[in-house]
């Protein structure tokens, strides 16, 4: 995508928040195909440069990206005023009729993510005001409407099919691994695999909130046996702060909500497999229990992790750094 200059573009109105949003104006109508026309790559091109068409060229049967920061490319303006001027828009377009999404539901699918790009901009500053404790702050910068509207909106999106619902933690290999064992993370439902290919904004303060509300509406749909691949233990992560307690409390209402933790070691040749509680890699190793779950990973990487071992690095870093960090310096 080529670099453009600013645009400055009104706050879009809002009115009570059980309104529905109007689509885009003039919004181009998809084509009854997965590609692109012609006529839509050269206008593209004009208008994104040479990098987005290929994102949405590529964007059916393409395997989900993390959900990563955003890269020197991503675009710099909310174009909540102008939603069918964002880059992405022909990208998802492509990705919502993969979803089996209506027109009416991409358009107000859009301009709610927009906005939403655009409300948490002015969430973020207005969290910044020191007369507020963290608390508060922190509570400020969730409270975005329009992520809330999209969620109730397309929930539905959120469903898995065949197989059992998966959560994970240290880097998106451990996404691919659960789903290549049969269960489906975030990334890979519905609507999560549309907003997971997508460069929405180069401030990545501004999608976090999304993908939280994502991941909460997510794990609501839990209906049987969760699993939960760890390669890191984060207690400030999505999972641990927001994803986890979400299932406690779907636990009390159905006992068919179950925790299956997974502890993962990554070897030399960049292969994922799990620890035993005799600390043995394997194929499947479930615990009922996640003290026992990051215990074990945390005793392997002390005790086996060779440190040549680049593959596994950032999880042994991790942890040393946390139990650094942990150290009673009185003691």
């Known amino acids: 995508m080529q670099d453009r200059a600013p645009h400055s ?11 529905k949003p109007k689509p885009p104006a003039q919004a181009p109508q998809p084509a009854g195909r997965s590609r692109l026309t012609d006529t839509a790559v050269m206008a593209l091109q004009r208008t994104a440069g040479n990098s987005a068409v290929t994102r949405s060229l590529a964007a059916d049967g393409a395997v989900p990206v993390q959900r990563r920061k955003p890269s020197a490319n ?3 303006e909310h174009y909540a005023a102008e939603a069918t001027r964002h880059p992405e828009w022909p990208v998802f377009q492509s990705l919502m009729q993969t979803a ?3 027109e009416a539901e991409t358009e107000t699918a859009w301009q709610l993510i927009l906005g939403g790009l ?19 702050a922190s509570k400020l910068r969730a409270s975005n409407t329009w992520f809330k509207e999209l969620v109730a909106f397309l929930g539905h999106k959120l469903k898995i099919g065949q197989g059992s619902m998966a959560l994970w933690s240290g880097g998106f290999d451990t996404s691919k691994y659960a789903n290549s064992k049969g269960h489906t993370p975030l990334e890979f439902s519905p609507l999560g695999a549309v907003v997971d290919k ?7 303060a501004l999608q976090g909130k999304l ?28 999972l641990v702060k927001q994803e986890i307690p979400q299932l406690r409390k779907l636990q009390k209402l159905n006992p068919n909500v179950k925790l299956v933790w997974h502890p993962l070691y990554t070897t030399p040749d960049g292969q994922i497999h799990e620890i035993t509680q005799d600390l043995r890699l394997t194929d499947n190793a479930p615990y009922a229990s996640r003290d026992r779950c990051v215990a074990s990973m945390y005793m392997y990487l002390l005790r086996m992790h060779d440190e ?5 690095g950032p999880a042994y870093k991790d942890m040393t750094g946390r139990l650094a960090a942990n150290v009673n310096p009185k003691a």
Do not use: I
């Not at 573009?9 to 309104?19: C, K």
């Not at 655009?118 to 963290?134: F, G, V």
């Not at 997508?198 to 990545?204: A, G, P, Q, V």
């Open 100 to 102: 089996r999404c209506t």
């Open 211 to 238: 993908w939280n509300a994502l991941s909460v509406a997510y794990v609501n749909h839990a209906t049987g046996p969760v699993h939960v691949f760890m390669r890191a233990y984060d207690p400030t992560s999505v």
């Open 308 to 312: 040549s071992n680049d593959q596994a």
């Open 118 to 136: 655009r409300e948490q901009s002015d969430l973020n500053q207005q969290s910044a005001d020191p007369s507020l404790n963290k608390q508060d």
């Open 198 to 204: 997508l460069e929405l904004h180069s401030d990545w």
């Open 9 to 19: 573009h009104a706050t879009p109105q809002r009115t009570a928040p059980s309104r």
């Open 74 to 76: 991503a675009p710099t």
